[in-house]
């Protein structure tokens, strides 16, 4: 599972990227790369980095078993 991709300008952006299995029977391992932060079971998960380099990049996802979902990812910039 990949979501769409975001572009960032510098490195050390925050990405944050969530999934979600519409049937809830999936289970569901980070992209290579990235921490899972597992919420509600197995429905829904999160995942993040603190990108190294900039450019393009997108959250992926492993699942179990083929079903339905939807994936988001966005970049933060620190606030500094």
Do not use: C, N, W
Request: aromatic share 8%; hydrophobic share 45%.
């Amino acid at each position: 599972v990949t979501t769409t991709s975001v572009t960032t300008t510098a490195p050390g952006r925050l990405i944050f990227a969530a999934v979600m299995d519409d049937t809830r029977t999936a289970t569901i391992q980070a992209g290579s790369g990235f921490t899972l932060r597992p919420v509600l079971g197995s429905a829904l998960a999160t995942e993040d980095l603190v990108q190294a380099v900039a450019g393009s990049i997108a959250g992926t996802f492993t699942f179990s078993v083929a079903h339905r979902y939807l994936a988001r990812v966005v970049a933060f910039k620190s606030g500094g």
